[in-house]
């Protein structure tokens, strides 16, 4: 396996995860890529690493370019171990390597998951000079995990961003450039809804550093490397973290014999004559990561469940529990649903929702058995008069 030079002397020398379809239960539908980038100067650098099962691909890729154990500087920006699972392994083969870390917890995350090794904590703004480049750190904590860090490279004009910017995108292909670049910023917004968003405040900390460096490339580690399209990709980011919006309403539902459903296309059908867009799903119809893609950028979400022995149906319970750790703001909310006998699944949804901080736009929409035309003329009629 050979590396791919991205600028004169340095090299993405990472991995190619063809077959990833779950990260932690965001569906990567598209597979991902783990990079890795060495630097050829007077002191070689390497700039993260790649999952535990890709060690030989990166040792591979890495000996196309220079024998590993010429390795003299080891940046760790995040300790996960889609970036640091190699670790072991490339010290094994350059043992004299210095390793820098996100600051104390960037090394005491290594030391957890590898063990007693000789780390060098860095802080903001710490800069060290690799022979004609120099390298400066800049801390991100909590984005999305307490030690990430971006490194920027002043005289190459290159950010290592690490997660932020990056996209769960499996191809053959290095760049922006070469892909769909409406296909590489929706899969960023995915990876932003699915792993950025709760740490939304600390993105913006750390977008803003970012926008007073002198940027020409984004290497970070998922997914294609911005190059030709570093301010498409940075407006996306204001316009996620400014918490952009949609007139769009997001409808979910589980149904056990159609009662909850029919209650969902109604609501549907009614936001849509507001002139309100719309996306309607049976949760299971639709992967949570997408769904929360979706209600991301959308102002109303209205979420329906019949009730199953006094619960609310288990995949719901499933999304709500992805959609709470994931915390959108600035919505709106409906929960709905259909029962037999005692209907608790609806206010255990607005519980849910409301437990989230998000506003109610209905009290709890409860159905007896089927709806007739009345009920949904007058279900239609509620969400109408919100409106009004
Ligand atoms: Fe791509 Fe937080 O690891």
């Not at 000789?118 to 800049?138: A, E, Q, Y």
């Amino acid at each position: 396996m050979i590396a791919t030079e991205i600028k004169k002397g340095i090299y993405w020398v990472g991995a190619i995860d063809w077959g990833l379809r779950s990260f932690h239960g965001y569906t990567t539908s598209r597979g991902s890529t783990y990079n890795a980038y060495l630097i050829i100067d007077e002191k070689i650098t390497l700039i993260d690493n790649v999952k535990v099962g890709f060690t030989e691909e990166i040792i591979s890729r890495i000996s196309s370019v220079i024998d590993p154990s010429k390795i003299d500087i080891i940046i760790s920006n995040h300790g996960e171990p889609d970036h640091s699972g190699s670790l072991p392994a490339i010290l094994k083969l350059a043992p004299n390597a210095k390793v820098y870390t996100a600051g104390p917890i960037g090394a005491k995350i290594l030391k957890a998951q590898y063990g007693e090794m000789d780390l060098i904590p860095v802080k903001s703004g710490d800069k060290i000079s690799i022979g004609k480049r120099n390298l400066i750190f800049n801390l991100a904590p909590m984005v999305h995990w307490p030690d990430n860090m971006v490194t920027y490279c002043p005289e190459e004009k290159i950010l290592f961003s690490n997660d932020i910017f990056g996209q769960h995108f499996a191809t053959s292909k290095r760049f922006d450039s070469e892909v769909d670049l409406a296909l590489a910023l929706e899969e960023a917004k995915q990876y932003y809804a699915n792993i950025v968003l709760p740490y939304t405040k600390q993105a913006n900390k750390i977008n803003e550093v970012v926008k007073g460096l002198d940027i020409e490339m984004i290497a970070n580690s998922h997914g294609v490397i911005w190059r030709e399209h570093v301010s498409e990709i940075l407006n996306l980011y204001d316009d996620l973290i400014n918490s952009k919006k949609k007139e769009k309403a997001v409808v979910i539902y589980d149904s056990m014999w159609g009662n909850t459903k029919q209650m969902a296309q109604t609501i549907a059908e009614t936001f849509r004559n507001l002139g309100i867009e719309v996306f309607l799903t049976r949760v299971d119809e639709t992967p949570n990561s997408l769904l929360i893609t979706e209600i991301m950028d959308s102002k109303y979400v209205a979420v329906g469940s019949s009730t199953l022995n006094n619960n609310m149906l288990p995949p719901i319970a499933g999304f709500l529990c992805y959609m709470k750790g994931l915390a959108p703001v600035n919505l709106k909310y409906i929960s709905f649903g259909s029962y037999g006998w005692g209907g608790q699944s609806i206010e255990q949804v607005d519980n849910e929702l409301k437990s989230m901080k998000l506003e109610q736009l209905l009290p709890p929409i409860k159905q007896y058995y089927t709806p007739s035309k009345e009920d949904l003329k007058n279900l239609e009629q509620q969400i109408i008069n919100v409106f009004k």
